[in-house]
């Protein structure tokens, strides 16, 4: 039998499946059938209009990302207070995080600008709602908007298989499952190609101007094609992808993309983590020449 496929390769999916709690590899301890929260946990609250509940993943540093970019342009009321969550510790199912996101997914923000305080969760609509509210980052002609849009939804929609799929059985499974590392492989290198052959034609990806669809993509295919994603740009050859190697590189030299990497990062280089951010002058304790270099 090939070692690299499943120990039991002849499985048969039950009538009815059942959960195997010790099932999962590294992420059994979090990773459940059923939502709601596990224990009481009120979120703190900064002195910012926007509460920020998040973890350095690519998912996070989307938001991170936005917010700084933002500060970059002058927009004072994109002043947020960036709380870490563990979720390795299962912190987002305490319940002031469940009532902030039902889906127990960071990140999280809670926006209390307005008379009542308004949640949002699902990063996308997180940039979605930052780029609205502060005018910034997403065009406003119907075509670009359109292609931004599109963009930003691909992201959303395709990332899964990047993270769920490919991540999760090349790096993260308890068992190598052929099967399983070729079908998701695939599917990345294919959306890789999506990528480069749109980046070939247009600077970002909704055209002449860095918006929110540059944001949310590069998180994660960024990190991907710059080796910092799952030890795999060898085996996925990125470095292939020259229009994205090119965008990446770009993206990663921006300040406030620096900045936005460092939020609520647990990972790497400790000159390259921020906890918790509450002001800008917290930045000022790490050493900002570290922080392009940290994995």
């Not at 350095?56 to 540093?61: D, F, L, Y």
């Not at 917010?67 to 319940?95: C, K, M, N, T």
């Not at 993270?163 to 290198?189: C, L, N, Q, S, W």
């Not at 390259?272 to 020449?289: G, I, N």
Request: hydrophobic letters at 40%; one cysteine or more; aromatic letters at 10%.
């Amino acid at each position: 039998m090939n070692d690299q496929h499943d120990a039991t390769p002849d499985y048969q999916p039950p009538t009815v499946w059942t959960w195997a709690q010790p099932n999962g590899g590294q992420f059994a301890a979090i990773n459940r059938p059923i939502a709601g929260a596990t224990h009481e946990q009120v979120l703190p609250i900064g002195r910012h209009p926007l509460q920020l509940y998040s973890q350095a993943t690519p998912n996070g540093v989307k938001v991170t990302v936005m917010l700084e970019e933002l500060l970059a342009l002058g927009h004072r009321g994109a002043e947020y207070d960036a709380w870490l969550i563990r979720i390795r510790d299962g912190a987002q199912f305490g319940s002031g995080f469940v009532a902030a996101n039902p889906n127990s997914k960071i990140p999280a923000l809670i926006d209390h600008s307005g008379p009542q305080p308004v949640r949002i969760f699902e990063s996308g609509a997180i940039l979605l709602h930052l780029a609205e509210k502060f005018g910034a980052f997403l065009p406003t002609e119907p075509a670009p908007r359109a292609e931004c849009l599109s963009w930003l939804f691909w992201q959303m929609g395709s990332a899964p298989y990047l993270g769920g799929g490919f991540g999760h059985f090349y790096a993260y499974a308890p068992t190598k499952i052929e099967y399983a590392i070729d079908r998701y492989a695939m599917e990345v290198k294919r959306q890789l190609d999506v990528l480069d052959r749109r980046l070939a034609l247009s600077p970002y990806l909704a055209g002449d101007d860095y918006t929110i669809a540059d944001i949310a993509v590069w998180p994660w295919y960024g990190a991907l094609v710059k080796g910092v994603l799952y030890g795999a740009a060898e085996f996925l050859q990125v470095q292939s992808y020259t229009h994205v190697q090119r965008w990446a590189g770009e993206i990663a030299e921006r300040p406030a993309v620096r900045r936005g990497r460092m939020v609520n990062r647990v990972v790497g280089d400790p000159a390259s983590q921020l906890h918790e951010r509450h002001e800008a002058s917290d930045f000022d304790t790490r050493t900002q020449d570290k922080i392009g270099a940290a994995g």
